[in-house]
């Protein structure tokens, strides 16, 4: 079992910064992921980054890049985002997830990688 704790969710304005946090506690395994989707309202919840817990390796949906990071903290089981220029499109609900188990061809993006989810983090960015 693997709980996850989600935190740093809120309300910011147009063009402000937030940090999520994600940390994992119980069991992980030696080849592991953590990821984060987020869902806004009448939406099909939709990948925004990932990090390979085993390498290091990050995944980002391109639209991201250079604007949300993606990093952990190992020692930790702990997952960040920092999330900059912030728009109210950005407006959703942040899920934390993890795969423990996530095959050699790693695809980020897919749910079905991930057995794990946090209960997830209001993100509002108001105009």
């Known amino acids: 079992q693997v709980q996850l704790a989600e935190s740093g969710g809120g309300m910011v304005q147009a063009g402000g910064s937030l940090r999520l946090s994600c940390a994992a506690s119980g069991r992980t395994s030696t080849n592991w992921a953590m990821a984060w989707f987020r869902q806004a309202p009448g939406e099909e919840r939709d990948f925004v980054a990932a990090?390979?817990?085993?390498?290091?390796?990050?995944y980002y949906t391109n639209s991201m890049k250079g604007r949300f990071i993606i990093s952990a903290d190992n020692t930790r089981n702990t997952m960040y985002l920092q999330m900059n220029s912030l728009q109210p499109e950005d407006t959703a609900v942040y899920y934390c997830a993890v795969g423990t188990n996530i095959p050699a061809l790693f695809i980020a993006g897919d749910e079905s990688e991930y057995d794990y989810w946090g209960q997830g983090t209001q993100v509002t960015v108001s105009s």
């Open positions: 990090i390979n817990m085993n390498h290091g390796g990050t």
